[in-house]
């Protein structure tokens, strides 16, 4: 099963991948069932980082160290959960900008491995994930639109 949401901005492509390369400044006010972020070592935003992150979904906090498997600058980035119990539930999370003549978008994808009966009696914690995916790129937009005729 993959969860998906996707958002049309308009600002560059650029401006998404730096606003996910600068997460540390831009994670609490991405959203605000958002709690805390960090890179885990000095890295940033490549191929084999680590970093943590807090969240509240459905009135629960989610605490995840994850590991950064691809990042394609302005392009695609994707990591995966560190315990490998989690990653066989979840096997990766990633986000998808493409460019338009007028900004991009950004498609974010959760693959999650579950058959019809774990779908439909964990229903209402996928509703929860994908309305709070819907929000981050809501927010994403409005963010990075507001910077952008600023910066203008």
């Known amino acids: 099963m993959q969860l998906e949401a996707r958002t049309k ?5 650029e401006a998404v991948f730096r606003f996910f390369e600068t997460m540390e400044s831009n994670y609490e006010r991405w959203h605000p069932d958002h709690i805390e972020f ?15 992150f807090e969240e509240r979904i459905a ?5 995840k160290t994850v590991e950064f498997t691809e990042v394609v ?5 994707e990591f995966r959960p560190s315990s490998r119990l ?8 990633s986000f998808t ?12 994808r959760i693959r999650v491995r579950t ?8 229903r209402r914690e996928f509703d929860a994930v994908r309305k709070h995916m819907r929000e981050e790129g809501e927010n994403m937009k ?3 639109e507001s910077e952008v005729v600023r910066s203008v």
């Open 73 to 77: 600058p302005n392009r695609y980035l």
């Open 59 to 63: 009135g629960k906090v989610q605490r």
């Open 86 to 93: 989690i990653a066989l539930l979840m096997p990766s999370i």
């Open 142 to 144: 409005q963010i990075l």
């Open 97 to 108: 900008i493409e460019p338009r003549q007028d900004g991009c978008t950004l498609t974010q």
């Open 115 to 122: 058959g019809p009966i774990g779908a439909w009696a964990n």
């Open 38 to 52: 960090r890179w885990n070592d000095e890295r940033g935003l490549t191929e084999g980082s680590e970093a943590y």
């Open 9 to 13: 901005i308009d600002a560059p492509a």
